[in-house]
């Protein structure tokens, strides 16, 4: 069965600053990877998506993710904060074959400071 | 074009009760889940419906039932409610019925507490 671990269960960033959050997950496949963001009040919404080919993923918002697969992770990245990127972000693992569910991490809240 | 959309928004009840949450989608997918969320515990799968006409268990499905009534809508029902149901609940879809490789698209959520 595959999981995810996301260490950092909230980060403060500055408003401008870079950012990175850690995604690592556990599958013995190629796994299909997600990052997915809630704001406050609000349902899941994806940020983009690993299948396969180019290992640096771009997706909405100008948030982007680099697999790698030596060191079992998918971490999200943004040069630059905006306070609006204020949520909770998780990072999830989808399996293939047959009908297989997605595991969801627990989650970082991300807090952006003046 | 709504998406997914969940009721009620909050809901309160009383040790025992029962509820029935609704969602339905307007994308014409063939998946449907329901998820809990519970702080430090990130999203757990209650039950999911790969496709019409099909449900199966996911995580954490005691106390639960679900009903696929059709294509667009598929509820979840609190038989008896207990204070360790409470919880924010999410109704999501997708568009194949291969779960683990596809997109969900997720409703606002419903708030429940249990006194």
């Known amino acids: 069965a595959q999981s995810v671990t996301q260490p950092d269960i909230h980060i403060t960033v500055s408003e401008g600053a870079s950012l990175e959050l850690r995604c690592n997950y556990s599958?013995?496949?190629?796994?299909?990877l997600f990052w997915y963001v809630q704001s406050p009040g609000q349902g899941l919404q994806l940020l983009l998506k690993?299948?396969?080919?180019?290992?640096l993923v771009q997706g909405i918002k100008g948030f982007e993710a680099e697999f790698k697969r030596s060191q079992s992770s998918f971490n999200l990245r943004k040069p630059s904060v905006h306070w609006s990127d204020a949520a909770e972000y998780f990072c999830?693992?989808?399996?293939?074959?047959?009908?297989?569910?997605?595991?969801f991490g627990i989650g970082t809240k991300l807090q952006v400071i003046p | 074009n709504a998406g997914v959309t969940q009721t009620p928004k909050f809901q309160v009840l009383k040790t025992g009760q029962s509820m029935t949450l609704q969602c339905a989608q307007d994308?014409?997918?063939?998946?449907m889940y329901w998820y809990r969320q519970d702080p430090g515990m990130g999203l757990r799968l209650i039950y999911y419906?790969?496709?019409?006409?099909?449900?199966d268990k996911g995580e954490v499905p005691n106390g639960y039932n679900v009903s696929r009534l059709n294509k667009r809508e598929f509820s979840l029902r609190l038989e008896s409610a207990a204070p360790s149901q409470t919880s924010v609940y999410f109704c999501?879809?997708?568009?194949?019925?291969?779960?683990?490789?596809?997109?969900?698209?997720f409703g606002p959520g419903t708030r429940l507490t249990v006194l």
């Open positions: 999830a693992v989808g399996a293939t074959g047959g009908y297989q569910k997605v595991t």
């Open positions: 599958y013995g496949a190629t796994p299909y």
């Open positions: 419906s790969a496709s019409e006409g099909t449900t």
């Open positions: 994308m014409n997918h063939n998946s």
């Open positions: 690993y299948f396969s080919g180019d290992t």
């Open positions: 999501a879809s997708s568009n194949s019925g291969t779960g683990g490789t596809d997109t969900q698209y």
